[in-house]
């Protein structure tokens, strides 16, 4: 459960900009792996284009979804369950070697890592109050910039050497996968969704406004605990 104190909106934020980070991350790091892909898998450039436009076109396609799902159960499980789905395909693309198999994985990643965008987005208002929102929407776009940088870097590193058991890109899948991981938990522990989360509405509607401060000045009524 999430723990109200005078940083919970801080920790929500941070684990929010990791998640964002880490989407970009494994959106935008198969470029880096273009040639070992190319020269262990026999794929055609037109091939690996399709990888990458592949991932970023479900991904925006999914977002409406996740939108959606979000009015309906609480943001966190619902980005918490994004972050671990993409973690498993990237764990999957370890095991794919055909083209297809290796188009329907990155297709799925895709459309896992959805989640983030509109979750994200829609917490800010909640945390904070209106003169506050555009710095932190920038916070985002800032690790969104990093993200797709860190995941390119990453790459780049893991394929300038050889591992045993592993090829190269199947290393760079790994990596990129691990590193979901304390991310996941970050989301699980630390973000809070004062409208949804049955764990939050044991809370009167003036606390929860006392630590969301977004909720405070909309003067927002929350289904909680009478006051």
């Known amino acids: 459960m999430v723990r109200l104190d005078g940083f919970t909106v801080t920790r929500a934020t941070v684990a929010l900009n990791l998640s964002i980070l880490m989407q970009w991350s494994s959106l935008l790091f198969v470029p880096a792996i273009y040639s070992v892909l190319s020269d262990d898998l026999g794929f055609t450039q037109a091939e690996l284009g399709l990888?990458?436009?592949s991932r970023l076109f479900t991904m925006f396609c999914s977002l409406p979804l996740y939108a959606w799902m979000s009015y309906y159960r609480p943001r966190n499980e619902v980005l918490g369950i994004s972050v671990f789905l993409s973690f498993v395909t990237n764990l999957l693309n370890i095991y794919t070697r055909s083209y297809s198999s290796f188009l329907i994985v990155n297709i799925m990643t895709g459309f896992f890592l959805g989640g983030v965008v509109p979750v994200g987005r829609s917490l800010i208002p909640i945390y904070y109050?209106?003169?506050?929102?555009?710095?932190?929407y920038g916070y985002f776009e800032l690790s969104s910039g990093v993200?797709?940088?860190?995941?390119c870097l990453v790459?780049?590193?893991?394929?300038m050497r050889s591992y045993d058991g592993l090829e190269q890109w199947q290393m760079v899948y790994f990596i990129i996968a691990v590193m979901t991981i304390p991310v996941m938990f970050a989301v699980m522990l630390f973000v809070a969704d004062p409208i949804e989360d049955p764990e939050l509405k044991k809370y009167t509607s003036k606390t929860l406004m006392s630590y969301f401060k977004g909720l405070e000045e909309r003067g927002e009524t929350v289904p909680s605990k009478e006051d």
């Open 129 to 136: 109050r209106l003169e506050e929102r555009g710095r932190q």
């Open 155 to 159: 790459a780049a590193m893991v394929i």
């Open 51 to 53: 990888l990458l436009s």
């Open 147 to 151: 993200g797709g940088f860190v995941g």
